[in-house]
């Protein structure tokens, strides 16, 4: 009888450990001046984003969520760079006058003559524009 009694204790002192918590609820609690600072840092960013979204660069994103939102402020402003894809540089020039394109080996290079503002000839390679020249 004492032998259970011992092996219960100790099972009972094991199982304690194995799924004792790990920090008290105190421990966990956010401290109120941090919780204010999250808030207002949320409020802030909420209302900068309400901004956004009414604009024209904001009405492109809602089309495209998945672009970053600076890169369709270019597009709104009808500016182009390095790194976009032909798809936003359609959506901020709008359609090419003259294409050419070819592939390389495994790589399509292609080359858009685009008039608007200012003439450019911009060269894509794949999907990514690489090269802008103004002419």
């Known amino acids: 009888m004492f032998w259970v009694v011992l092996i219960a204790l100790l ?5 304690l450990f194995i799924f004792r918590p790990t920090r008290t ?23 900068e984003f309400a901004e956004f979204i009414r604009t024209p660069a ?7 969520p998945y672009w970053d939102p600076a890169i369709c402020q270019k597009i709104s402003d009808g500016q182009v760079e390095p790194g976009m894809s032909k798809e936003q540089v359609k959506a901020a020039l709008g359609e090419a006058k003259n ?3 070819e592939r390389r080996g495994e790589v399509l290079h292609e080359e858009w003559a685009v008039e608007g503002k200012e003439k450019m000839v ?9 090269v802008i020249e103004r002419r």
């Open 11 to 15: 099972i009972s002192v094991a199982l």
């Open 25 to 47: 609820a105190q421990e966990k609690a956010i401290p109120i001046d941090a919780l204010s600072r999250i808030h207002q840092e949320k409020a802030k960013a909420q209302k």
């Open 58 to 64: 904001g009405k492109i994103w809602e089309n495209h």
């Open 99 to 101: 294409m050419k394109s």
């Open 122 to 130: 911009l060269r894509f390679e794949e999907n990514t524009l690489k």
